[in-house]
């Protein structure tokens, strides 16, 4: 038994040294392989495992490995490298193609353009012509839509583009051309049914008159095309025996080189709310541009007048505000801004008996103190605003007259944070001249509505007054309001208007009705600046008579047979 496992003893420890021997042999192998590339021990070069003839012959065979290695590389860069090369030669010769087929399809739809502009040119209606051939010019746009059909392009998208750059009727001005003055803005014109109310200058003008021929054809095809828009968007409930939205009124003006814009007013006969289309005329078929309604609600309108002396005046001021503003309308706020400690006592206690009168309690008198500045006052009036809240402001003054139907187109017209409204006064010239050329023809009231006479020998369109606006009051607080540093007549009006022109509100200037300017004596100051001065004057010579009644009281004859009466209706022969 010892010696069995004397020799199991014996044979482990042969197997075990056969191990490490194959384990040495083969790690000293791998060593003197290594030792080729690089020596394993620092400062030992590798010909110390090697002989000399082994040595070189190792050595050549390394470097050419290496170069051929290196050459493999470089030459897949250099084919990647030019793969890349024809990749981009190839897309550049597709721009250029592509380049060179959008140059000739330009060509051909400008070629195209002309060809029709040049076939329509001048064309007008005959009388047996349709309303809707009405200075059918032929427009850019739709030259466009006929051309674009022939060629792999989105018309939407072409015809919307074009249309964009031409003119921003909603933003009253070119693309990228705001208004720079009161010169640069065109003022609208108010119409309705039976009459238009022109600002349009001329030595033979007319305040008031009725639309007729090429005018007359356009304002009805305008009413007709909102109108049937109006009852296309309809619910089908609403369209069986229900009469649609009747036209009220509407404005409009002529952009030169663009068209005719049009906004129009409806009444539903159903609903409490107005429909305003905003239409507009590219020189061929209307187009609706916008759509709103807009409710009947009646929002406070927040009146500040500022005052100073003129009792008599004020007092007359506030008759006509019984009347419009607390028993007709109910939903005014006024605010009397006053200058001055004479006349103060007189004028809170006409205020006082009226609020008492009346049960109104919506009104205020505010002193200040210092020489007379409007800026001043209708700033101060919009800072100590009573109502809370954002408010409709409009400024007014002590010799206007306004009715029922002006607060509603104040409210209409204007809107918080986009539109401003600027009435285009009335302005009456002096009574004691123009009794002398009119008939006396009796007047009627309606609907606490004064029937104000407008005619040409009444008065004309104060188309360069700026005093009376309608605005929110946070829109007027944005843009820092009036001047208060001037002092006297005028200008910080003139000021205000140039600045809502270069905001990014849309002011709306038209002619109203229902708005007038009564005349009174006016006193130029040689004192004033020299532009405070020439406005004083031109107002003045304006304000006192027609041209014509001028000329006869100038040339000492007598007023023709044949004049016009207070109605502004032909006298009989």
């Known amino acids: ?42 400062g ?30 470089d030459t897949d860069n250099e084919t990647r490298t030019l793969r890349r090369l024809a990749d981009k030669e190839s897309e550049v010769r597709s721009l250029l193609e592509e380049r060179t087929r959008l140059t000739q399809e330009l060509e051909r739809l400008r070629a195209r353009i002309a060809n029709l502009s040049s076939q329509h040119e001048g064309r007008i209606p005959t009388k047996s012509s349709d309303n809707n ?18 060629l792999n392009i989105d018309e939407s998208k ?39 109310y022109s600002v349009e200058s001329g030595f033979e003008r007319h305040v008031v008159e009725k639309p007729t021929g090429h005018r007359k054809v356009a304002i009805e095809t305008a009413i007709e095309f909102a109108q049937d828009e109006l009852d296309e968007k309809l619910p ?60 009947t609600r009646k929002d406070l309108i927040y009146m500040i007048v500022p005052l100073s002396g003129r009792i008599d005046n004020f007092r007359k001021f506030m008759e006509r505000f019984v009347q419009v503003a607390i028993l007709s309308d109910n939903k005014v706020y006024l605010m009397v801004i006053y200058f001055g400690e004479e006349g103060l006592d007189e004028v809170e206690a006409i205020v006082r008996k009226i609020a008492i009168s009346y049960h109104y309690k919506d009104m205020r008198v505010l002193a200040l ?54 009435p285009i006064v009335f302005s ?87 708005i007038v300017h009564l005349w009174h004596e006016k006193t130029c100051d040689v004192a004033l600046a020299p532009d405070q001065y020439r406005s004083c004057l031109r107002s003045k010579a304006l304000n006192e008579a027609s041209h014509a009644q001028l000329g006869m009281m100038t040339f000492g004859t007598k007023p023709p047979n044949n004049r016009r009466n207070a109605t502004g209706e032909k006298r009989p022969q």
Not at 55 to 70: D, M, P, Y
Not at 133 to 150: G, I, Q, W, Y
Not at 462 to 484: A, Q, V
Request: aromatic share 12%; charged share 25%; net charge positive.
């Open 1 to 42: 038994m010892k010696l069995l496992r004397l020799h199991l003893v014996l044979v482990f420890v042969l197997l075990f040294f056969l191990l490490c021997t194959i384990v040495s042999l083969s790690l000293f192998s791998r060593i003197i392989q290594v030792s080729i590339d690089d020596p394993p021990w620092p």
């Open 44 to 73: 030992i070069p590798s010909s110390a495992f090697t002989t000399s003839s082994e040595s070189s012959k190792a050595e050549s065979s390394q470097v050419a490995l290496r170069e051929s290695i290196q050459d493999g590389v």
């Open 133 to 150: 051939d009405f200075l059918e010019k032929p427009n850019v746009a739709d030259c466009l839509s006929e051309s674009v059909r022939t």
């Open 158 to 196: 072409l015809i919307g583009r074009f249309k964009s750059r031409r003119f921003d009727f909603a933003a009253n001005r070119s693309r990228g051309d705001r208004p720079i003055n009161e010169h640069d803005a065109i003022a609208f014109t108010r119409f309705n049914a039976m009459k238009m």
């Open 236 to 295: 089908r409930s609403r369209k069986n025996g229900h009469a649609g939205p009747e036209f009220l009124e509407g404005i409009y003006r002529i952009i030169p080189g663009v068209g005719e814009q049009y906004e129009m007013y409806f009444s539903d006969r159903e609903l409490p709310q107005y429909n305003r289309l905003t239409v507009a005329r590219f020189l061929s078929n209307p187009i609706v541009l916008a759509r709103k309604t807009i409710p």
């Open 369 to 422: 103190r210092g020489k007379f500045s409007r800026g001043r006052a209708l700033r101060e009036g919009a800072k100590r605003c009573p109502v809370s809240g954002d408010v409709l402001m409009f400024f007014c003054d002590v010799d206007i007259i306004i009715t029922t139907d002006f607060l509603e187109r104040c409210r209409v017209n204007t809107e918080r944070g986009k539109r401003v409204y600027y």
């Open 428 to 514: 009456l010239y002096n009574p004691s001249i123009v009794s002398a050329f009119l008939e006396p023809t009796p007047r009627t009231t309606n609907n606490n509505n004064e029937a104000l006479v407008l005619s040409d020998e009444t008065g004309f369109w104060r188309d360069f007054g700026y005093g009376m606006i309608c605005h929110f009051r946070s829109d007027f607080l944005k843009l820092n309001g009036l001047n208060e540093t001037i002092r006297g007549w005028g200008l910080e009006d003139l000021f205000l208007y140039r600045k809502y022109l270069r905001s990014d509100l849309t002011v709306v200037r038209a002619t109203d009705p229902g």
